[in-house]
């Protein structure tokens, strides 16, 4: 079943403690982002990524880097996460940038910095 | 990027057609416009989207004003599985840029 995976679904973890949520796809998609939704705000762009090995900020990076090796995993990792870094995240893919490619959507990642 | 305005929230009966309106006013010339929902605890589907010409699916149908600075995705028959939270959203089919933007979008409540 093609789809776009996140783990973990639920993450506690205290100030200052590096973490890594992952994301994979199999569906073979170039593009891959991260997002941010909280109440209020919607989703908000985290980073994205092209194709292997190339990254760029979105709307709200600060707090976050991504990396991308291989093109089926892209990770978000927060190097020393703070309260403010709580929210709920998705992971998304697609074929291309192609406006005819749609978005798939992971089934979210909700991580509570205390 | 343009950005999109959306009600907050709007409510529904079963089984009544539904009409969420978006506004674009800035959209560009290349600019798609794509339909986003949100059910309960899962992350976003795609509905739809269209450049000028109106568009149906299996699961909507949007219409495009002639203007292009606003359009409406039309669900026909509200189910309860239609409670979502719907997002409109432009693509630049010019764009080599990966930068999405969300918005807060439109609650639907669906009642029985």
């Known amino acids: 079943e093609a789809q776009v995976t996140q783990n973990p679904r639920y993450l506690i973890t205290v100030t200052g403690k590096k973490l890594t949520v992952t994301c994979s796809q199999n569906?073979?998609?170039?593009?891959m982002s991260w997002y941010r939704q909280d109440p209020g705000l919607g989703l908000r762009q985290i980073y994205y990524?092209?194709?292997?090995?190339?990254?760029d900020k979105g709307d709200v990076p600060e707090g976050y880097k991504v990396s991308r090796k291989e093109k089926r995993n892209f990770p978000l990792i927060l190097e020393s996460p703070s309260p403010n870094q709580t929210s709920l995240y998705f992971c998304?893919?697609?074929?291309?940038?192609?406006?005819?490619?749609?978005?798939?959507f992971g089934n979210g990642t909700r991580l509570t910095v205390t | 990027d343009a950005k999109t305005t959306q009600p907050n929230s709007m409510e529904s009966n079963e089984e009544e057609p539904v009409h969420l309106p978006c506004n674009h006013s800035?959209?560009?010339?290349?600019?798609?416009i794509h339909w986003y929902r949100q059910l309960p605890s899962q992350g976003p589907e795609y509905v739809i989207h269209g450049l000028t010409s109106n568009v149906n699916n299996r699961m909507a149908s949007l219409a495009i004003a002639e203007d292009r600075k606003s359009s409406t995705l039309i669900l026909h028959r509200a189910t309860l599985r239609d409670a979502a939270v719907y997002y409109c959203i432009l693509r630049d089919r010019g764009s080599t840029l990966g930068r999405l933007y969300f918005g807060r979008g439109t609650q639907l409540t669906v009642w029985p």
């Open positions: 990524s092209m194709n292997v090995e190339v990254t």
């Open positions: 569906m073979n998609h170039e593009y």
């Open positions: 800035t959209i560009s010339g290349t600019d798609y």
């Open positions: 998304a893919s697609s074929l291309s940038l192609r406006v005819d490619s749609p978005l798939h």
